[in-house]
Structures are given as structure tokens and as C-alpha cells.
């Protein structure tokens, strides 16, 4: 039961301090699981590889070492290069994924448009069968002739068809009263979208952006298909790559077809690099994912309740 202080203001009960604490506890606990891996794969990025190879990973570096993040940034240049394609990928893809979608998902939503249930079934559809890898790549290598383009990197990703339902539920769930007085107003459905619904579907709009940055921040496969020139390869990819190419070194080295000492003298981690490969490619991500955590909860369960 619930008492008023001398305030007037209701005090919770015992049952709902109870309740709050184990809550808050569970909370804390979950919070620690998902958090202990990041520390122990930030503490091995820090550690030398001897030391992680010998003793395995720990919540502290052992025998402190830049070694692994020396590899990654041995040409400066090349990463930031890598940088600079995944992050201009990730800002257009996100703002023309976010608006083909809600353009997309808006029109759906409209029951005065005779069609929306026909190219929803065609939507939906495509999340059942798919073409296929083989005729995927002959559309964009020959049919579309974007091999070795960016246009291959940016295209594969810049329409979900999971992304479009949240976008619909949300806009679905906005009165139609508004958008009523919206046209008596004189405003188009190009103005409409924009002005009236656009700024009511802030959650939908920062969910779906968070899911359509993270797809092209952690693209490295549609890199693998269809780019050739390292100059165009973007983070993840040119990363995976560095990854291969130390294990391929150290393959040649256990085959006695390299000199141990042209190896050594490269300074090659594995494990390390890894994990300071890992603090390097989710950095960003981790600073960006607070601003929009807000909107990212609101979105995410759009449709869970109805009222």
C-alpha cells in the first residue's frame, strides 16, 4: 500500500520498492554480461599477443602493448581512406534509405489508395523468396554494370522491406483526421509527408536510421562481390582483409615457403589485432547510438500496444 508524506505527495508502498529494487538489480546484472565482453575485447586490443596467447583474455591488458593498433593504422592514410568511404556510404544510404521508405510506407498506409494492398502483397513476398546470390550478381555486374562502384555498395542496402513495415505501422497509427485537415489547408501529399507527417514520426524515423547506418557500417560482403580496387574499399572490408592477409602470412611462415625473420620483422598480431580491430570499426557507433536511444525505444515497439 501506498501513505502520503507531509507533503501530500503518494509514497510508494514496500511491494513497489520491492518490486523497484529487484527490477533495478536484474537490470544492473544484465547490464554487467553485455558489458564485461566490450571490456575484456578493449583490455586484449591493449595486451601483447604473447601474453593473450599464453594467458587468454582478461577484464585487465596483459603486458600493455600497442602492437595490434601499430598494424591496423601501419598506413594512416588507407584507414582513413576506409573512413572516409564508409562514412559518406553510411550518411547518403541512411537519408535516401529513410526516404524511400517513409515515402514508400506512406503511401501504403493511405486507405484512399486503391492499390496499397496489391504492392504490399509484392513487398511481403520478397521477404519469403528471394532471387538468389547468382542472379543478384549478374543484375548488378552486367544487367546494371556497377562492378568496381560505389552505386554497388550503396544500392543492395537502400531498401528494407522489415524497415518499410515499421515505417507503415508507425504512420498507419496517425489519425486520418490530420491529414484531412491537412488538405483543407491546400497542402499536397509531398507537403503533407513532409510537414505534418515526417515531424509525428521522429521514434520511426531514428529506429529505421539506426538500422539502416548500422547495415552499411557493418557491410563488408557486397565489398567482397563487387569491388576490386582497394582504393574503394570501405572499413569493414578493407579490415577483413588485413585480418586475411596476417593469417595467410603466418600460413606461408608454418609452411617454411616464407623466412621467419621477414615475418617477425613485420610484427604481425592475430588476436590482438582482432579485438583493436573491433574497438576501431564499433567506436563510432557507440558514440552515435546515445543521441538517438531515445527514439530508437519508442520505435521499436511501435505496435505492440494498441490502444
Given at each position: 500500500?501506498?501513505?502520503?508524506?507531509?507533503?501530500?505527495?503518494?509514497?510508494p508502498?514496500?511491494?513497489?520498492?520491492?518490486?523497484?529494487?529487484?527490477?533495478?538489480?536484474?537490470?544492473?546484472?544484465?547490464?554487467?554480461?553485455?558489458?564485461?565482453?566490450f571490456?575484456?575485447?578493449?583490455?586484449?586490443?591493449?595486451?601483447?599477443?604473447?601474453?593473450?596467447?599464453?594467458?587468454?583474455?582478461?577484464?585487465?591488458?596483459?603486458?600493455?602493448?600497442l602492437?595490434?593498433?601499430?598494424t591496423?593504422f601501419?598506413?594512416?592514410?588507407?584507414?582513413?581512406?576506409?573512413?572516409?568511404?564508409?562514412?559518406?556510404?553510411?550518411?547518403?544510404?541512411?537519408?535516401?534509405?529513410?526516404?524511400?521508405?517513409?515515402?514508400?510506407?506512406?503511401?501504403?498506409?493511405?486507405?484512399?489508395?486503391?492499390?496499397?494492398?496489391?504492392?504490399?502483397?509484392?513487398?511481403?513476398?520478397?521477404?519469403?523468396?528471394?532471387?538468389?546470390?547468382?542472379?543478384?550478381?549478374?543484375?548488378?555486374?552486367?544487367?546494371?554494370?556497377?562492378?568496381?562502384?560505389?552505386?554497388?555498395?550503396?544500392?543492395?542496402?537502400?531498401?528494407?522491406?522489415?524497415?518499410?513495415?515499421?515505417?507503415?505501422?508507425?504512420?498507419?497509427?496517425?489519425?486520418?483526421?490530420?491529414?484531412?485537415?491537412?488538405?483543407?489547408?491546400g497542402?499536397?501529399?509531398?507537403?503533407?509527408?513532409f510537414?505534418v507527417?515526417?515531424?509525428?514520426?521522429?521514434?520511426?524515423?531514428?529506429?529505421?536510421?539506426?538500422f539502416?547506418?548500422?547495415?552499411?557500417?557493418?557491410?563488408?560482403?557486397?565489398?567482397?562481390?563487387?569491388?576490386?580496387?582497394?582504393?574503394?574499399?570501405?572499413?569493414?572490408?578493407?579490415?577483413?582483409?588485413?585480418?586475411?592477409?596476417?593469417?595467410?602470412?603466418?600460413?606461408?611462415?608454418?609452411?617454411?615457403?616464407?623466412?621467419?625473420?621477414?615475418?617477425?620483422?613485420?610484427?604481425?598480431?592475430?588476436?590482438?589485432?582482432?579485438?583493436?580491430?573491433?574497438?576501431?570499426?564499433t567506436?563510432?557507433?557507440?558514440l552515435?547510438?546515445?543521441?538517438?536511444?531515445?527514439?530508437?525505444?519508442?520505435?521499436?515497439?511501435?505496435?505492440?500496444?494498441?490502444?
Amino acid at each position: 500500500m501506498s501513505a502520503k508524506n507531509h507533503l501530500g505527495k503518494v509514497k510508494p508502498g514496500k511491494d513497489v520498492i520491492a518490486l523497484n529494487i529487484i527490477a533495478y538489480t536484474f537490470c544492473t546484472l544484465m547490464a554487467l554480461v553485455c558489458l564485461v565482453p566490450f571490456i575484456m575485447v578493449l583490455s586484449g586490443s591493449f595486451s601483447s599477443e604473447t601474453a593473450v596467447t599464453a594467458n587468454g583474455f582478461s577484464l585487465l591488458p596483459q603486458d600493455f602493448s600497442l602492437e595490434a593498433y601499430k598494424t591496423v593504422f601501419r598506413d594512416p592514410m588507407t584507414v582513413v581512406r576506409a573512413y572516409a568511404t564508409t562514412i559518406i556510404l553510411t550518411i547518403v544510404g541512411t537519408v535516401l534509405g529513410l526516404l524511400l521508405q517513409t515515402m514508400t510506407a506512406y503511401v501504403l498506409s493511405r486507405k484512399d489508395f486503391e492499390w496499397r494492398n496489391f504492392f504490399s502483397f509484392f513487398y511481403y513476398f520478397t521477404t519469403l523468396f528471394s532471387g538468389g546470390l547468382v542472379p543478384t550478381y549478374i543484375l548488378y555486374t552486367q544487367t546494371l554494370d556497377l562492378q568496381d562502384s560505389y552505386l554497388a555498395l550503396l544500392l543492395p542496402l537502400l531498401f528494407s522491406v522489415y524497415n518499410l513495415l515499421i515505417m507503415k505501422s508507425y504512420i498507419s497509427a496517425i489519425p486520418d483526421s490530420l491529414i484531412d485537415a491537412a488538405k483543407i489547408d491546400g497542402c499536397g501529399e509531398v507537403r503533407t509527408l513532409f510537414q505534418v507527417i515526417m515531424p509525428l514520426i521522429k521514434p520511426a524515423l531514428a529506429t529505421v536510421g539506426l538500422f539502416i547506418a548500422l547495415a552499411y557500417w557493418n557491410d563488408w560482403y557486397n565489398a567482397m562481390l563487387y569491388i576490386k580496387s582497394d582504393t574503394k574499399y570501405p572499413l569493414q572490408y578493407f579490415l577483413y582483409q588485413q585480418v586475411n592477409n596476417i593469417e595467410a602470412y603466418k600460413r606461408l611462415l608454418a609452411s617454411n615457403l616464407v623466412s621467419a625473420d621477414v615475418v617477425s620483422s613485420m610484427s604481425l598480431p592475430t588476436q590482438t589485432l582482432k579485438m583493436a580491430l573491433t574497438i576501431v570499426v564499433t567506436g563510432p557507433i557507440i558514440l552515435a547510438f546515445p543521441f538517438v536511444q531515445r527514439y530508437f525505444v519508442q520505435g521499436i515497439t511501435i505496435g505492440a500496444v494498441k490502444g
